[in-house]
Nanobody, 119 residues
C-alpha cells in the first residue's frame, strides 16, 4: 500500500508565494514519476508539473511555466512545488500523485490541499 501525504497550501494574495510538499511511502515503492495536479471548481483536473524519478526530467504546464518549480528529495520520495507570483486562476485543490514502476498512469493519489489566491 502506498501512502501519499500532501502539506502546504492555504490562502494567499495575488503575487504571493506558497510551497506544497508531498511525501510518499510504501513497503515496495518504486517510482517512475511524481507529479502535481490541480482541479478548480467546475473544471477538469490538469497536470501542473511532474518530475521523472530516474533522471529528474521536469514538465510544466504552460500556465505555470516560469512561476512554479518542482523539486525532489529522492531518498525520501518527497517532492515540492514552489509556487511564485500566484494568480487567482491558480486557485484549486492541488493533488500529488505517483506513477509507479509497471503502471501506465498515476495510480496513487494524495487527499488534496486547497490553494486559494485572492485578487
Amino acid at each position: 500500500q502506498v501512502q501519499v501525504v500532501e502539506s502546504g497550501g492555504g490562502l494567499v494574495q495575488a503575487g504571493g508565494s506558497l510551497r506544497l510538499s508531498c511525501a510518499a511511502s510504501g513497503r515496495t515503492l518504486a517510482v517512475v514519476a511524481m507529479g502535481w495536479f490541480r482541479q478548480a471548481t467546475g473544471k477538469e483536473r490538469e497536470l501542473v508539473a511532474r518530475i521523472r524519478w530516474s533522471n529528474g526530467e521536469k514538465y510544466y504546464a504552460n500556465s505555470v511555466k516560469d512561476r512554479f518549480t518542482i523539486s525532489r528529495e529522492r531518498a525520501r520520495h518527497t517532492i515540492h512545488l514552489q509556487m511564485n507570483n500566484l494568480k487567482p486562476d491558480d486557485t484549486a485543490v492541488y493533488y500529488c500523485a505517483i506513477q509507479r514502476v509497471g503502471a501506465s498512469d498515476y495510480g496513487s493519489w494524495g487527499q488534496g490541499t486547497q490553494v486559494t489566491v485572492s485578487s
